[in-house]
Antibody, heavy 121, light 111 residues
Framework: QVHVVQSGTEVKKPGASVKVSCKAS????????MHWVRQAPGQRLEWMGW????????KYSKKFQGRVTITRDISASTAYMELSSLRSDDTALYYC??????????????WGQGTLVTVSS | QSVLTQPPSVSGAPGQRVTISCTGS?????????VHWYQQLPGTAPKLLIS???NRPSGVPDRISGSKSGTSASLAITGLQAEDEADYYC???????????FGGGTKLTVL
């Protein structure tokens, strides 16, 4: 059975960085990509980027380019998303979501439970 | 402003049928990219409801269906139940943005 479990709530000050983890189980980690999607309070879902868990190459949304870094540890079946230079409008729930490899095709079929990141002075 | 446009809210009585529209453009839905639908219950993560325009993952009842035509897609729910009350999001891929895009979400209220 597929499970995707994320790390817990984070509270950060403006200008700091946050790193969220996403541990997968129940399938071969490198057979699927891992994407990151965020949802600010009362707002729509927003795609941030993804990682090829096998090769490690990444692609980021233009909005977050330069501020987001997605990595993975194959031995731990875990993906990470680090967001830097945090601002108050980065306060959001951050989700990781599994997707079959294919640029532009297939759905996000399993999601983590979400990690709340609050940015406040 | 969302690349994919959904109505903010829809409602229906138990047992009725409701549809939720998702309007895109020639760089996403109209370019042939598939549309997927997610259900988000209050306080929970999104859950895949319909993949590839009209495919139901295991466990999703057949009273839920999806369709796509031109630059739009629709989600239909028949035999409305109280448990259907949730937010629904459509999602596709946009070739101009080189990004996965979501609709603004539709809140379904069961009266």
């Amino acid at each position: 059975q597929v499970h995707v479990v994320q790390s817990g709530t984070e509270v950060k000050k403006p200008g700091a960085s946050v790193k969220v983890s996403c541990k997968a189980s129940g399938y071969i980690f490198t057979n699927y990509a891992m994407h990151w999607v965020r949802q600010a309070p009362g707002q729509r879902l927003e795609w941030m980027g993804w990682i090829n868990t096998g090769y490690g190459n990444t692609k980021y949304s233009k909005k977050f380019q330069g501020r987001v870094t997605i990595t993975r540890d194959i031995s731990a079946s875990t993906a990470y998303m680090e967001l830097s230079s945090l601002r108050s409008d980065d306060t959001a729930l951050y989700y990781c979501a599994r997707k079959p490899y294919s640029n532009g095709w297939y759905a996000f079929d399993y999601w983590g439970q979400g990690t709340l990141v609050t940015v406040s002075s | 402003q969302s690349v994919l446009t959904q109505p903010p809210s829809v409602s229906g009585a138990p047992g009725q049928r409701v549809t939720i529209s998702c309007t895109g453009s020639s760089s996403n839905i109209g370019a042939g990219y598939d549309v997927h639908w997610y259900q988000q219950l209050p306080g929970t993560a999104p859950k895949l409801l319909i993949s590839d325009n009209n495919n139901r993952p295991s466990g999703v009842p057949d009273r839920i269906s999806g369709s796509k035509s031109g630059t739009s897609a629709s989600l239909a729910i028949t035999g409305l139940q109280a448990e259907d009350e949730a937010d629904y999001y459509c999602q596709s891929y946009d070739s101009s943005l080189s990004a996965y895009v979501f609709g603004g979400g539709t809140k379904l209220t069961v009266l």
